[in-house]
């Protein structure tokens, strides 16, 4: 475990609240176990009155960590979806963080097909096509 991931989880186990990445690990934490097991991101937006861009990327960073699971979408009033966030159990971790690096591997190789297939050589597009993570 990542030396900020232990920092985190210490200020949440404290009750220390000092940053905004453990702020929103506490209110995650919080709808996970004492709400209905768990929040969206428009919820946390509302919540803690942070600017969307600044929230998701906080929630990606703590979702790299392996700290929070996202699944499902809860539509809202106004027929928008947003995924439900739940954190982790500490037995999850390990493989959300492996599955997120694959996922985020996966999105990297097809970025840069597209952006670069017209540089790239027809034995390399084949190879990258049948890769399989």
Do not use: C
């Not at 200020?11 to 453990?22: A, D, F, R, W, Y």
């Not at 928008?80 to 982790?88: C, D, K, P, V």
């Amino acid at each position: 475990m990542k030396p900020k991931v232990k920092t985190w989880l210490k200020q949440l186990n404290e009750g220390v609240i000092k940053s905004k990445t453990t702020r929103i690990i506490f209110e995650i934490h919080k709808h996970t176990y004492k709400g209905k097991g768990y929040t969206t991101i428009e919820e946390l937006r509302k919540e803690l009155n942070m600017a969307h861009q600044t929230l998701t990327a906080i929630v990606s960073s703590i979702q790299d960590e392996g700290l929070i699971v996202t699944y499902g979408e809860v539509v809202n009033e106004q027929g928008s979806a947003f995924q439900q966030i739940r954190y982790a159990r500490p037995e999850e971790r390990d493989d959300l963080v492996r599955a997120r690096r694959i996922d985020k591997l996966s999105q990297w190789i097809k970025r840069g097909q597209e952006e670069f297939n017209d540089l790239l050589p027809y034995s390399m597009i084949q190879e990258l096509n049948n890769l399989t993570i």
